[in-house]
């Protein structure tokens, strides 16, 4: 929830710090804070709201001066958003500081057990505990001091720490929460997150749990828990820093809509081979996909909402029974899996606790585990048996969509390789779906060319309460994703309704003028939709309709149409999700609000 950054090098450490945590304020952006060492003591610099407060309060981190120092931006968990609640963390003599990303799970216990032995606390957060803690083991070395306090913490936690009395090193830890070292020519360096140190490096260490990093000016160790040293390889990042800046759009979000096309075709292309789809990273052979019994997609938001695409498109081409669950209840409703099930987790940062929970609990029961994941080398990806990456690149804006759209693509891949090994489709079905698999970049990229059309239609909604989304089957769960785009960027109440569902309640609540947004893609379910569209019509509702190219019948029933090119019937949602997006994004941005950050949110949600 947090992005913590750490500098050792020849430069002034505060403006790298504040370079780093700008491309890490994904994370969280309720407060951030610094602290450098200088002339044998450290200083710090923290305040509450964005990331420009701080950066004003320091000149561009002019008057923090000092060659070695580590950097928080805050979401906050435990303690509201305060300067006193913003890291760093101090121990009682300001000579230990701390940055923390994760929980401290034990930290009450921890906290009373200090408090007996006469450690004051001035924050509500459980990372000053990691500090008095420090405090209490620390004894010259901070090695053994971290190790010690390491042994007795339950929870998650990526630290940053500086010791008053080692100058010359700042030292990096890692459990359950990400965390990479870089090392450059200039310095070196720690960060939650790649985009926000590839200024500098490229070359790129993956910090696993259990591990300590100390960096000096122009040296890496590594060590493990119990103090030995480790032999580690550095990677090197093959994407450059234009993908994790805005490129010209005014917001993340829009930047990362249009990459779409890009996303699908990197996530599609090196699994099509000579007419045939090949998965190697499945790691499963023929047998084992023919022995596939059930299959559970687990996910959280918007990577459920792929998942409820997919058991849509797995269910109806392979004919694989799928139960799509939200890893929050997955995780403790003990469900029934055994070896031949398959556990699909998605996620696009590989780090959100509920699935990576689920994984775990799936994994102990014995079913193989596979990861569709963004983040390369992130937790889920790490401990999935196998893993599916989805080709997105970074993505910023905290609302998802290039993520989710390779996501869906990931999903159709497995859906034809499963159908194709178990003899559900014929090889010329495959053969024309991958044609119109291709296609899709192609067709976004038209889509794409309607945002104006899009956005005069969206202003007309500026000062809605409530907008609906009903659709069946495939539409239903596009309408998912269409309705939660729409709440958490613009703030506007919207609900997705199985169109049939309405009148079991629902449609009580329609009345004049409220905007309806109606989905109608899947041939078979057409006529029915349409009959939906009737019924809240008749009460008044405002209907913007999302359908393919061929009804242009359906004008009589709507007061905004969106076409769609033709497709595979299983692949519309890849199309129908772009009208949702750019509606969406338009209703925020004509409302004022930073479409990028939307408010009590953050990109990576690792706490439960
Ligand atoms: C919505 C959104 C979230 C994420 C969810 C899961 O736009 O981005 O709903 O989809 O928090 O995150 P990941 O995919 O990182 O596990």
Redesign the pocket.
Known sequence: MCGIVGYIGEQQAAPVLLDGLAKLEYRGYDSAGMAVCDNGEIRMVKATGRLKVLEALTKGGSTLPGTAGIGHTRWATHGSPTDTNAHPHFNGSASIAVVHNGIIENYQKLKRKLESRGYHFVSETDTEVIAHLLDRYYTGSPLEAITKVMHRMEGSYALGIIFQDHPDEIYAVRKDSPLIVGKSSAGNLIASDVPAILKYTRSVYFMENEEIAKLTRDDITFYNIDEEELEKEPTEISWDLSAAEKGGYDYFMMKEIYEQPKAITDTISPRIRDGKIVIEELGMTDEEIAQISKIYIV??????HAGVTGKYVLEGMARIPVEVDLASEFRYRNPILDEQTLVIV???????AD?LAALREAKAKGSRILGIV?VVGSSIAREADNVFYTWAGPEIS???TK??STQLAALYLLAMKFSNVRGTITNEELTSMIEQLQQLPRQIEFLLGSHDRIQKFANRFLAADHIFFIGRGLDYAISLEGS??LK?ISYIHSEAYAAGELKHGTISLIEDGTPVVAVLTQEELYRKTISNIQEVRTRGAFVMTVTNANHTDVEKNADFVMYLPETNSYFTNSLAVIPLQLFAYYVALGRGLDVDKPRNLA???TVE
């Open positions: 996910a959280c938001g918007s990577a459920y998605i996620s696009q940062s590989g780090e959100t699935s963004n905290v609302a998802t993520a989710y939660l785009k958490e990109k990576s949600v």
